[in-house]
């Protein structure tokens, strides 16, 4: 049991850990391009900033969160989420001081109690992103835009992006109504969870994940019959900025999304199961929740790392390979381990990977060592190579040699097939 890790987690090493760098890496330099700035906030934060910033009606907040008492008798939360911290840090920080928009983006880890079923897991990854200070359907635009963009470098094709717009306090008010008219005659038939949803917060029954609730409220009042002039310009706004940028969208009115800090737009890229690999949307209350002196508007999206790894498997994307062991420097007596460790020493500090014995081997336990790793290139230091002050470096794959002063070991290991 002590050498198993917990239902719903993962570890990571070897090739996935290798992949996860790659999409991560991708990820942070084409925000660099965008012009966003990375953000580390804690793993946990006081329990009260999800259940005012992701609302208490909501799965996340009322099932999943990992909560604790601490020694000092504060309740905590691991963050389930990676929105509600950087807008917590956002404000601590008087970051709204600085020239809006703040454009700040993050690789965290998130925590959800959930049904470890696939594509669920109680600790997953989230590259996001949230730009703060704009009201501008442009926002949410660029959010789509850089999402389209990370997708194409890492080479995937399956993903259609979806948006729909739920509107804003003023529209909810009347989308309410509607809605809660529309479930009455249904309540019966509802969970018990639902029918507690209703009189707190209608919107979160649309996305209850029980059966039953999800087939009563494909029938029911959509969101965008309900929006303001306000929320169906913003709407109509980005449509048109997506047009003429060419990304392909398509209006999804059944998006809404599990999280209460939402308003007018919503959006997922999904799979042709439905399965989502991000989702975001705007959030212009989300500030004043957290802080009642501040009313700025943002929007931002949370990318699934795991999501996208297993979707790049299903549409069969090669990573490019680990670097390689460029040499591998093999030592023949105790003489020899100075001189050839400082040569790997001087060879990693440029950046050539390369590896030595540690082991105490033969000098043939060597050699299958270096077959073993892939090592590309080889060469043995013994006395006799100390006292000429040179070696023999052998390529691997096509078994040539070539004679090599100690000294510019690193010029050689270009060339050496070559001779
Ligand atoms: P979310 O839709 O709850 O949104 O999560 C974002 C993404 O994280 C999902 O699309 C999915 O890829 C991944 N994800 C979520 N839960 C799990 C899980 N249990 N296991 C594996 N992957 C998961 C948010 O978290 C918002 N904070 C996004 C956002 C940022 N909205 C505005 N700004």
Redesign the pocket.
């Known amino acids: 049991m002590i050498t198993q890790a917990p239902r719903g987690v993962q570890d990571w090493f070897g090739e996935a850990m290798h992949k996860r760098r790659i999409v991560e890496e991708t990820a942070r330099s084409l925000a660099n391009a965008y012009h966003m700035q990375e953000i580390i906030t804690p793993m946990f934060e006081h329990t009260v900033l999800f259940q005012r910033g992701v609302g208490e009606t909501t799965d ?1 907040v009322q099932k999943e969160m990992y909560t604790f008492t601490d020694k000092g008798n504060r309740s905590i939360t691991l963050k ?4 509600a911290g950087t807008i917590r840090a956002y404000l601590e920080h008087n970051m709204y001081a600085e020239p809006a928009p703040k454009k700040l983006f993050y690789v965290t880890q ?1 925590f ?1 109690y ?1 049904k470890p079923q696939s ?4 600790q ?1 990854h ?1 590259f ?3 730009i703060v200070g704009s009201e501008s359907p442009l926002v949410e635009a660029e959010l789509m835009s850089f999402i389209t963009e990370l997708l194409k470098r890492l080479g995937l094709k399956g993903a259609k992006l979806h948006i729909n717009s739920i509107g804003c306090a003023a529209c909810r008010k009347q989308y309410n109504e509607a809605l809660l008219a529309f479930l009455n005659d249904k309540k019966d038939s509802l969970c018990p969870l639902c029918r507690e949803r209703m009189l707190k917060n209608p919107l979160r029954v649309l996305d209850c994940k029980n059966p039953e609730c999800r087939e009563i409220v494909k029938a029911s009042p959509r969101t965008v019959d309900y929006l303001d002039e306000a929320c169906r310009n913003h709407f109509e706004s980005l449509q048109k900025i997506l047009t003429s940028l060419g990304i392909a969208y398509e209006v999804d009115t059944d998006i809404v ?3 209460d ?2 308003t007018r737009t919503v959006f ?1 890229f999904v799979n042709q199961d439905g399965f ?6 705007r ?1 212009d209350n989300l500030v004043k929740e957290i802080d009642e002196k501040q009313d700025i508007p943002a ?6 790392i ?2 996208i790894l297993s979707f790049m498997e299903a549409e069969q994307i090669a990573f490019p390979p680990e670097d390689p062991v460029a040499l591998y420097v093999g030592v023949l007596g105790e003489d020899a381990i100075a001189t050839a460790y400082g040569i790997v020493r001087r060879l990693r500090a440029k950046g050539i990977v390369c590896e030595t014995d540690y082991m105490g081997r033969s000098v043939k336990a060597q050699m299958k060592y270096a077959n073993k790793i892939g090592a590309k290139k080889t060469v043995i230091i013994g006395s006799e190579e100390l006292e000429k002050n040179e070696a023999v470096l052998k390529d691997m794959e096509s078994g040539e040699s070539i004679r090599v002063r100690l000294d510019e070991i690193e010029n050689a290991i270009g060339g050496a097939g070559n001779v």
């Open positions: 996340v389930p989420e990676g929105t998130a959800r959930e594509g669920r897991l109680r997953h989230q996001g992103v949230e999304r599990g999280l800090y939402y997922e989502a690999l991000c989702g975001g949307g959030y929007a931002g999206f949370g990318m699934g795991e999501r």
